[in-house]
């Protein structure tokens, strides 16, 4: 399966945490914890990516490779420090509603990533169940105060979004 229009390949991350401890960082649920990676496992990615940082072949094409986190989970801090060792930076996006909640990024952590050279980009302001099945007005709202608050944070645009619990649509595009 090759195409002319696959040039990057995303690879998706939620939290990091250290053996199975998973109220650390972002959501606490049992639905939330089956996307938290344990950080050896999380290193063990790390090694493969090194073998070729920044191209993979995939599909039988060399790809650009992406690293994103979803949430905002305060264990972005140390997936930072993992991977700028590297000279890699990644996109994180942040629930904006959990900020400085338990598990969740501060301002000033939030501000540092950015500052490091990290993308934020907006993950909804509540991170709703189904982002597809809200109204137009809750849309509207999810999206606009979420940029609204990063851009407050950032003191720039935020311009990248990435809708929480994988439920997409053209209206929430």
Not at 8 to 20: C, F, K, M, S
Not at 61 to 90: H, P, Y
Not at 120 to 127: A, P
Request: hydrophobic letters at 35%; proline letters at 3%.
């Amino acid at each position: 399966m090759e195409d002319a229009y696959t040039k990057t390949l995303v690879l998706g991350y939620h939290d990091v945490v250290r053996h199975e401890d998973f109220k650390s960082s972002g959501f606490q649920s049992p639905d939330a914890n089956i996307y938290k990676v344990d950080r050896a496992d999380f290193t063990k990615h790390l090694e493969v990516f090194l073998r070729n940082p920044t191209r993979w072949l995939f599909f039988r094409k060399l790809r650009n490779v992406v690293l994103t986190f979803d949430d905002g989970g305060v264990s972005a801090v140390d997936v930072a420090k993992m991977i700028e060792q590297f000279g890699w930076r990644a996109y994180f996006f942040v629930t904006t509603d959990r900020i400085g909640s338990d598990g969740f990024l501060n301002e000033a952590q939030i501000q540092a990533l950015h500052k490091s050279g990290h993308l934020i980009g907006s993950h909804s302001c509540s991170h709703p169940i189904r982002m597809a099945r809200c109204t137009e007005e809750q849309l509207d709202r999810e999206w606009s105060e979420s940029v609204r608050v990063l851009e407050r944070i950032l003191g720039e645009p935020v311009t990248t979004a990435a809708g929480p619990g994988g439920y997409y649509s053209r209206k929430v595009a």
